[in-house]
T-cell receptor, first 112, second 113 residues
Framework: RKEVEQDPGPFNVPEGATVAFNCTYSNSASQSFFWYRQDCRKEPKLLMSVYSSGNEDGRFTAQLNRASQYISLLIRDSKLSDSATYLCVVNGGSSNTGKLIFGQGTTLQVKP | DAGVIQSPRHEVTEMGQEVTLRCKPI?????LFWYRQTMMRGLELLIYFNNNVPIDDSGMPEDRFSAKMPNASFSTLKIQPSEPRDSAVYFCASSFGQRGEQYFGPGTRLTVT
């Protein structure tokens, strides 16, 4: 079983749609959670951290369910510029918090 | 701020040759990470340093790979000898603090023929 699992997609949605991505992780000791965004042939960039209480940044909402070891990302009113690969990321557990483990990514294509 | 700088951006080499990838982290960052990305395996952490000291090299695939950080502003990842299966994009990233946001460089696209 992979340490971080995501549905690779692609998700093809029209502009203005709401889309949700899910991710599961295997290490119950993980303490930090993130969503990174990667554009085609570019480097990954931090989109947002994920907190236990859930957090929102504009059109983006992230949720964490520690009991189910599940993370989600919701994008509302999607824009063409949201087209990218979204990477679910968790740290390597309480003994290795510097190590980040990346999911394979979920590809989003927003169409006009 | 120039961000994380990597060189070369592209490298094409023949099997058996030595390859050296270079990274300059963001000034003031105390953590440096080397990653490899392929279609099959995604983004994998190879090794990371804290204050120039290697902390975890469990992701280094085999003895052909080595990494050094002689000072706070420079790191190298060396592959000797290179093999076609080493073809990938190699990213360097740096952060301030263990849980700080990791900033990635533009990557080095390596092709071994």
């Amino acid at each position: 079983r992979k340490e971080v699992e995501q549905d690779p997609g692609p998700f093809n949605v029209p502009e203005g749609a709401t889309v949700a991505f899910n991710c599961t992780y295997s290490n119950s000791a993980s303490q930090s959670f993130f969503w990174y965004r990667q554009d085609c042939r570019k480097e990954p960039k931090l989109l947002m951290s994920v907190y236990s209480s859930g957090n929102e940044d504009g059109r983006f909402t992230a949720q964490l369910n520690r009991a189910s070891q599940y993370i989600s990302l919701l994008i509302r009113d999607s824009k063409l510029s949201d087209s990218a690969t979204y990477l679910c990321v968790v740290n390597g557990g309480s003994s290795n918090t510097g190590k980040l483990i990346f999911g394979q990514g979920t590809t989003l294509q927003v169409k006009p | 701020d120039a961000g994380v700088i990597q060189s070369p951006r592209h490298e094409v080499t023949e099997m058996g040759q030595e390859v050296t990838l270079r990274c300059k982290p963001i000034s003031g960052h105390d953590y440096l990470f080397w990653y490899r990305q392929t279609m099959m395996r995604g983004l994998e952490l190879l090794i990371y340093f804290n204050n120039n000291v290697p902390i975890d090299d469990s992701g280094m695939p085999e003895d052909r790979f080595s990494a050094k950080m002689p000072n706070a502003s420079f790191s190298t990842l060396k592959i000797q000898p290179s093999e076609p299966r080493d073809s990938a994009v190699y990213f360097c990233a740096s952060s301030f603090g263990q849980r700080g946001e990791q900033y990635f460089g533009p990557g080095t696209r390596l092709t071994v023929t």
